[in-house]
């Protein structure tokens, strides 16, 4: 069953979505040793990032939701925004971290990300877009209805631009998922992913909807 967690502004909610993932992958660690996230890019997971860079993350795979077929020192990539706000800061181990290699490219970038996935995330951390995208799956992306794949290249016209992102397969497969969305930009389409009918076609943030814990701020609403 979903849950939603109330916070008064974007800060507060960063934070108590940071905690949460933190509280997971503990969890995770102590059942089996290790454990394995994958995080999204955007702008509201700054504040989370930065302060992850306060704490050790020596029993953690990292992985990312998706990412820009750009290089990683472009200031679109989601490598260097996650390096720039804490691993590189919080010296995060660079053995454990699995980016998508952009030097290739998408198509191989993407064959080459999947053979590395694990099999189940322990947790998975996505945004939303005031569309109602998730990952790099924008609304009409034929690869939403794609159920067996972990890992695709998509070009996403919108921004004119090629992305590797995760499937909805492995998104749906994750033993937690963690969705952060923030700011009256977010209200409308909330409002749809959360209550509307289901249609990840048209809200590909529903993609494991029932799942996920979802992180909210005042001004992105929803009171249920
Ligand atoms: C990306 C993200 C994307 C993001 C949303 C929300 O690569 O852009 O993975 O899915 O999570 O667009 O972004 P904001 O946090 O900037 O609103």
Redesign the pocket.
């Known amino acids: 069953m979903s849950r939603i967690v109330r916070c008064k502004d974007a800060l507060a909610a960063a934070d108590s979505c940071g905690h949460e993932i933190m509280k997971l992958l503990e969890s995770a660690i102590t059942e089996r040793g290790s454990a394995t996230l994958a995080i999204?890019?955007?702008?509201?997971?700054k504040p989370m990032f930065q302060m992850f860079a306060k704490f050790a993350w020596e029993k953690v795979q990292l992985y990312f939701?998706?990412?820009?077929c750009v290089p990683i020192d472009d200031p679109q990539s989601?490598f260097k925004f996650a390096n720039d706000n804490w691993l590189g800061p919080g010296r995060f181990p660079k053995e454990n971290v699995h980016r998508v290699h952009t030097e290739l490219s998408p198509q191989d970038a993407a064959k080459a990300y999947a053979v590395e996935l694990p099999q189940q995330f322990d947790v998975i951390h996505?945004?939303?877009?005031p569309d109602a995208?998730?990952?790099?799956l924008f609304p009409g992306e034929a690869l939403i209805n794609d159920k067996d794949g972990l890992a695709a290249a998509v070009w996403v016209e919108k921004m004119k631009q090629w992305?590797v992102t995760l499937l909805p397969r492995i998104l749906e497969d994750a033993r937690n998922t963690v969705v952060?969305a923030?700011?009256a930009d977010?209200a409308q389409a909330l409002k749809a992913v959360l209550d509307g009918p289901y249609d990840p076609m048209r809200y590909p943030c529903q993609i494991a909807r029932e799942q996920a814990i979802w992180f909210v701020d005042e001004a992105a609403g929803h009171q249920g």
């Open positions: 999204s890019g955007g702008s509201s997971p939701v998706d990412e820009r989601n996505r945004g939303m877009g995208h998730t990952a790099s992305r952060l923030t700011g977010k």
